[in-house]
């Protein structure tokens, strides 16, 4: 959990890097407030003040976002570029030619490493004689999506996109909300034969796709939707024109939505464990009982559930989680055993606090007990990885016991 104090403290700093930027009076306006209601309300619900926070970033590192459909001179950029500005959510054209990797792995390094020494007699032969190679560089996002299974004898999806784009005007970037928003494209439905099966439908002004694949998995079909930016950067180009047109071209605060309006989501299939690795593994099953109905791909995803049911699944590029603060409970056993300020009595009051550590020690080892006879019922992959837990548990034990 962020301190109030230090998320006074944040929006401070933030706002100084903001109007070092340029002045804009709707990000200065949105500080102030957020500022002014965390002072407000310090005694009230710190959760709330959190999502105030969460909000307030996202519209610092994303834009106003759809509950701001509409032009606004509120919004409008002055002084700066708007990839200078706004940093997530954004679908890049697309780059011709280009072949992308990314700029930190390992295939990158090898080929710097290969890279000959311009100008060295013994690599001019070698190189004259090489083919031309590809153009490989990294290349950001043009799309985004995620993946489900849904089952069903009636399948029907809407898919529900949202963007907006830059459009530079007399030195003023202008926040221009795509024409054709909320306007759902038409229900997309697998085929009637058990076959794989893709749908394509512009969107914003045919300047973005919307992708649903469908892939027979099961007794239901694995189901991907994703947004794509369609507009590609001209032929040729210079280099001085290349960041204006990429900024023009660019489709920043992408949202997409699938409502379900006929169909039952499924668990999204697990990945087979023999091919994860120890660590994932025991993530796994220390998971098993948690649900995950979809997969994102280039951000992550959320979705509703109502009534039991997945409602709607969507993209996220800013995705939060409310995390329950962790207690020192041990088999059902409540104890201030390991606070600080109880053990920093230890000098004074030896026999009743070491006691206490005993009793605490003594029903967390008939908690491993407990975790170790449950894992009996497990399956034999699984208790081998249970196994290697529960080796590590029974050696906390054995050190607290000694000391």
């Keep these: 959990m962020i301190p109030v104090t230090d998320i006074l403290h944040m929006t401070e700093a933030y706002s100084v890097q903001i109007t070092s930027w340029a002045d804009t009076g709707c990000l200065e306006r949105t500080i102030a407030e957020a500022k002014m209601t965390l002072k407000d309300d310090l005694p009230l619900n710190l959760r709330n003040q959190r999502l105030r926070l969460y909000d307030w970033l996202c519209q610092c590192l994303m834009g106003p976002d759809s509950n701001a459909d509409l032009e606004s001179d509120d919004f409008d950029l002055k002084g700066f570029k708007p990839l200078d500005r ?29 890279i000959p020494i311009a100008g060295d007699p013994e690599n001019e032969e070698e190189e004259s004689a090489k083919p031309a190679s590809i153009k490989r560089r990294y290349v950001p996002p043009s799309s985004a999506g995620f993946s489900f299974f849904i089952r069903g004898d009636d399948i029907r999806l809407q898919i529900a996109p949202w963007a907006v784009r830059y459009e530079l005007k007399q030195h003023l970037w202008r926040r221009k909300p795509f024409a054709d928003q909320g306007i759902n494209l038409p229900d997309f439905h697998p085929p009637e034969e058990r076959v794989e099966h893709s749908e394509r439908k512009l969107a914003f002004c045919d300047l973005a796709e919307v992708f649903v694949l469908w892939r027979p998995h099961d007794d239901g079909w694995l189901t991907t939707v994703s947004l794509s930016n369609c507009q590609e950067f001209p032929d040729e180009i210079s280099q001085s024109e290349y960041r204006s047109r990429q900024n023009e071209l660019s489709i920043f605060e992408s949202q997409l939505e699938c409502i379900i309006e006929s169909g039952e989501v499924g668990t999204y299939p697990r990945v087979d464990p023999h091919l994860l690795s120890e660590e994932d593994q025991e993530l796994e099953l220390q998971y098993k009982d948690r649900r995950i109905f979809a997969v994102g791909h280039g951000a992550a995803v959320d979705w509703e559930v109502k009534n039991g049911c997945v409602s709607k699944i969507r993209i996220d590029f800013f995705p939060k989680v409310e995390v329950p603060q962790i207690s020192v409970d041990s088999n059902g056993l409540k104890t201030n055993v390991l606070e600080l300020e109880h053990l920093s009595q230890y000098p004074s009051d030896q026999k009743s606090i070491g006691g206490k550590l005993e009793k605490f020690v003594h029903a967390y080892d008939e908690w491993v007990f407990g975790q170790q006879a449950s894992a009996e019922n497990l399956s034999k992959m699984d208790q081998r990885v249970a196994g290697r837990i529960l080796s590590r548990m029974k050696k906390a034990v054995m050190r607290m016991q000694q000391g």
């Design 86 to 114: 706004y940093h997530v959510g954004i679908l890049f054209p697309i780059e011709k030619g280009i072949t992308g990797i990314d700029p930190a792995s390992k295939e990158t390094v090898e080929e710097e490493d290969d």
